[in-house]
């Protein structure tokens, strides 16, 4: 417009108008592109799973129905003090009775996948020992009602509810066992009607931010040998679980876990800063992510812990490293590096303060990340599948009086990520789902319900979910099959 004077350009749109209103848009606006219409806009292929995830403690309440036994969460939570007003999730979204509703939710999306996870003492409440039938039997009921909507089922096993009664929690290396029995247990029985099976979900938040930091559940702080030592029992119990898992399920049973991986982004890209990030991201997953696919600790990290690092018994890394068939990660936030001149051969880029971030004030904005998590993961260990298990996040929702939620911010969020996620997939990189975080407003752990991850608000005193603009959003990208 910069030629034309604002009256020119009036009179150019009325003119245009005179000529009808297709004829109007197409010629006033002529230069503007319409990235939704251009012919060589990369879709995903035809069969990508699109879905939405949960997990259990978060979503489900009924903490003492039909015999299940207290998980650590529990306990947590009603700790004064741990989480946000003291909120809890004994009955959170009440999914237990209302998981109908919930699929249709999901329906109404068009959604392809669930991703929610099972609750351990829901299902063997000692965590060891006798199985409580009526417990599983709620999941048999979930993954009926998801098969019968043509929604496949993506369990994850264990998403942080761990059986209180386990002695020594994660402290102890029979946990580790205890998960590999308890997952087999679960995909031997539901393995006729479930492919994919999620052994943990980030291990990071399992051992250090419960064990070191004390900010999750059991809420210790560990001296940093005895929380790598709980690092070591976390992978190895994942390990265990895929061998039995194996072991139990079904012929054609596909084995993955959903890993909050740091995703390093090269801060310029170029081929050093490429190499920097691949390098970045082996070295700093080193205690889960990089063990469990390679088989091994790097020296690096043994090293750096020095007198801290993990005991390690005969054949644990090969258990470690037992082969998976698929990656899943959790993407939220990018950690920008870059090439230097050092002996580590690159630096972690520091953040301004003026960095963008959701309403949890964690969540920093880089929608790449998702494109790099992929790409770095992809190259450096050639997975043969990979999920974006989880993507998402909070938002100061507010209920207008007409019964509205206009989360334009989670719709800018999810509409950049995805766009990034178009770019691995029109690539060739192997990206097979995307599992939204979250369906609906939840238990967000110690920020309780005070932060809402939901595309569906949740009024938590009458249960009733109403779709935000972020759902029409993901209905609409779900119909298209493209990022909009
Ligand atoms: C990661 C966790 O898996 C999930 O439980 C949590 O609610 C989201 N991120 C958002 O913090």
């Known amino acids: 417009m910069k030629n034309l004077t604002r009256r020119q350009f009036a009179a150019s749109v009325v003119a245009a108008a005179a000529l009808g209103p297709a004829a109007s848009a197409r010629d006033a606006f002529a230069q503007t592109p319409n990235p939704a219409s251009r012919p060589d806009q990369p879709e995903f292929p035809p069969d990508f799973i699109w879905g939405c995830a949960t997990s259990a403690y978060q979503i489900e309440g009924a903490v003492k129905e039909d015999g299940r036994g207290l998980s650590i969460w529990d ?49 063997i409440p000692d965590g060891t020992g006798k199985p409580n039938e009526k417990g599983l039997a709620y999941y048999e009921r979930l993954v009926d009602e998801l098969l019968a909507n043509n929604i496949a089922p993506y369990i994850t096993l264990y998403h942080w509810d761990l059986p ?36 943990t979900n980030e291990f990071v938040c399992i051992s250090d931010v419960g064990h070191r930091l004390g900010l999750f559940a059991p809420g210790l702080t560990l001296s940093a040998a005895e929380a790598n030592q709980v690092r070591h029992h976390v992978v190895l119990g994942h390990g265990l679980a895929v061998q039995v ?17 740091v995703v390093y982004v090269p801060a310029i890209e170029t081929r050093e800063h490429v190499e920097a990030a691949h390098r970045a991201t082996r070295e700093g997953n080193a205690p889960f992510l990089t063990a469990v696919m390679e088989g091994k600790y790097l020296d690096g990290y043994l090293e750096g812990e020095g007198a801290n690092a993990p005991k390690v018994a005969e054949g644990d890394m090969r258990i470690i490293g037992s082969p998976l068939d698929f990656v899943g990660i959790n993407v939220y936030q990018p950690q920008y590096v870059r090439a230097d001149g050092s002996a580590q051969g690159y630096s972690v880029e520091s953040r301004p303060t003026s960095y963008p971030h959701m309403a949890s004030p964690w969540l920093f904005i880089g929608p790449e990340a998702i494109y790099w998590a992929i790409r770095n993961v992809s190259e450096i260990w050639k997975p043969a599948a990979l999920f974006i298990t989880e993507n998402g996040c909070s938002s100061d929702d507010v209920l207008t009086a007409e019964g509205r939620i206009e989360d334009t911010d989670r719709v800018m969020f999810l509409r950049n990520y995805v766009t990034h996620l178009q770019r691995a ?60």
Do not use: C
Not at 245 to 261: D, F, K
Not at 427 to 446: A, C, H, I, Q, T
């Open 425 to 484: 997939a029109a690539e060739g990189y192997p990206v097979k789902g995307y599992f939204l975080w979250s369906l609906m407003d939840n238990f967000e752990f110690p920020d309780g319900y005070g932060k809402r991850f939901g595309i569906h608000y949740v009024d938590f005193n009458t249960q009733k979910r109403t779709p935000k603009l972020s759902a029409e959003w993901y209905r609409e990208a779900i119909r298209r099959n493209r990022a909009v």
């Open 245 to 261: 898992i194996r072991a139990n399920a079904r012929g054609g049973t596909l084995v993955g876990l959903a890993e909050n991986a």
């Open 75 to 123: 306990t947590f939570s009603h700790t004064p003090g741990k989480v946000f007003q003291g909120d809890t999730g004994d009955v959170a979204d009440d999914s237990y009775h209302l998981y109908k509703e919930d699929v249709k939710l999901l329906r109404s999306l068009g959604a392809t996948g669930y991703r929610f996870s099972i609750s351990w003492p829901r299902v």
């Open 164 to 199: 209180q009664a386990l002695p020594g929690g994660w402290q102890s290396r029979d946990t580790a066992k205890a998960l590999g029995d308890y997952a087999g247990f679960v995909a031997g029985r539901l393995s006729d009607r479930v492919k994919h099976f999620f052994t």
